[in-house]
């Protein structure tokens, strides 16, 4: 089937604009997760759903970063106001649910760069 | 908070020959779980192997084994008869088994390894 997918694949940005980077799940999975990876942080965690669950959000670095999950499948990752070190690779995952057990699933990812 | 350390930035290995990558971690927690990813250039990260904490025998998938040291907190991959197509960054990743912790990755810092035919 098919996997996690990601858009935009690159998304090129002037700093104080906002962007949306999309996620679509693997069908059937009840776990989102949202990572970044970044040159000077490695990779991050920022957040993830389960199911109806409120979201952990304790990765989000600033209040300019934002995700909702619509219908418990696509999700959405909102930056607003975007400087210039939010520059990175942002990476969704997903997983049949958030047991330990699950496997992440990975998306390919979507590289921002704020100019 | 739990940390997750690689202190191997790159390493390179010989077509078919063996190489191992280190991890060490710190947590507090009884019951975790770690993983090693490979991160291709296509930036899709794929799960290599994982280890259940609770469990003493090393886990092994075809020619990738860990070694497991749960005492020395260490969690290494050994890659054996290695192939062109692993030439890949390597990650490390913890994962609690309950808590406020549950649900989300903690990964390493990466490790790059080059394979020479």
């Known amino acids: 089937g098919a996997g996690v997918s990601q858009s935009p694949s690159n998304k090129v940005t002037e700093k104080g604009k906002d962007v949306e980077l999309r996620c679509d799940p693997i069908s059937g999975h009840t776990a989102l997760y949202w990572y970044r990876q970044s040159l000077g942080q490695g990779l991050e965690f920022l957040i993830y759903f389960q199911g109806n669950s409120a979201p952990d959000k304790s990765g989000l670095p600033s209040d300019r970063f934002s995700a909702e999950r619509t219908g418990g499948s696509v999700s959405t990752l909102t930056i607003q106001r975007t400087q210039q070190e939010d520059s990175a690779v942002y990476l969704c995952a997903s997983s049949l649910t958030s047991g330990t057990y699950n496997e992440q699933f990975f998306g390919p990812g979507t590289r921002l760069t704020v100019l | 908070a739990q940390t997750v350390t690689q202190s191997q930035p790159e390493m390179s290995v010989q077509e078919a020959e063996t190489v191992t990558l280190s991890c060490t971690y710190d947590t507090s927690e009884s019951d975790y779980y770690l993983f090693w990813y490979k991160q291709p250039p296509s930036r899709q990260m794929i799960l290599v192997i994982r280890q259940e904490a609770y469990k003493q025998q090393n886990a092994t998938e075809n020619r990738f084994s860990v070694n497991f040291q749960k005492a020395a907190k260490s969690f290494s991959l050994k890659i054996s008869d290695s192939q062109l197509g692993d030439a890949a960054m390597y990650f490390c990743?913890?994962?609690?088994?309950?808590?406020?912790?549950?649900?989300?990755?903690?990964f390493g810092q990466g490790t790059i390894l080059t394979v020479h035919p």
């Open positions: 990743a913890y994962r609690s088994g309950g808590g406020t912790s549950y649900g989300k990755l903690t």
